[in-house]
């Protein structure tokens, strides 16, 4: 990867890319004779610093009540039928997982699929999902299409290395059933005012995953995606040499099985970015004082209507 083309030695260049990767496209568009220089930059190492971002925003956040959490449910063809029990306990279940699952009883299924994919050097993909709670309604946009929060969040959850599918609330589902049993009705109770809610207005569902018109309203945001099986296969898949062109099996490169507990800790640094980037677009100022100001005016806007 030296800049320098006398530093370069042809002899170990990557040349037989993998299904999945970016390696083929990436020589292709860059003109690359060693796939190398692809890999190394479309590599998921990338999102460490997301994370790192993603973790001071996590604390902006809950400066003002608003918690990011999240799990897996489901790895390779092991999945936790829909959960039921409150976020704070699947969270709390989650913490307690070595694989960040959202019920301890999968746990061991999901290493079983795990170890047994690892020995016929294969690979797994799953399903991680995101919650945030405590915003208030109205983060996002109706009127501009690039402010959509739902579109932000898919944007971003899609921006992850192997995640290939986004549904904000129940997602996919919608399609197939009645609009009476997908939209969340209304409800209005002042006395949720007393126990510090920012409005009376509420929901006894939640199926538009706390988005509507793409802005928050007020009910926990949640999100869900799958990610693919992890590309560089022990076994290998076929591929072509690009120095021949003769059929060869693609290279390997150091990898893991599964990767699907990692990218939830991905998932919930990118979807804190994207919401305190919402945020501070609506009460944004110069120092926390300020913001807090500006938030708490506009609690007090919305707190009658
Ligand atoms: C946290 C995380 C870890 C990953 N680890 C690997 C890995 O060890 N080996 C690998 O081949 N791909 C890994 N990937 C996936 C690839 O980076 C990804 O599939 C590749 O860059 C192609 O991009 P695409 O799948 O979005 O099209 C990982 C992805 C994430 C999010």
Redesign the pocket.
Known sequence: MSPLPEDRDPSIAVTRP?P???DLTGALKYDHADVRNVLER???RE?AVRVAVGAVARQVLAEFGIRVGGYVSGIGGVSVPIPLQPLDDLWLAAAGSELFCCDLSFDEPMKKAIDAAKLSGDTLGGVIEVQVTGCPPGLGSYTHWDRKLDARLAMALMS?????GVEVGMGFGVAGLPGSRVHDEIFHDAARMKDGAVTAYFRQTNNAGGIEGGMTNGEPITVRAA??P???LYRPLRSVDMSTHEPFEAAV?R??TC?VP??LV?GEAVVAIEILTAFLEKFGGDSLIEIRRNFLGYCQQIRHA
């Open positions: 993998r999945g990767h970016a479309s590599s998921a999102t992850i290395q192997a995640i290939k990610m693919k992890i590309p560089t490169e990898s893991d990767a990692a990218a991905v």
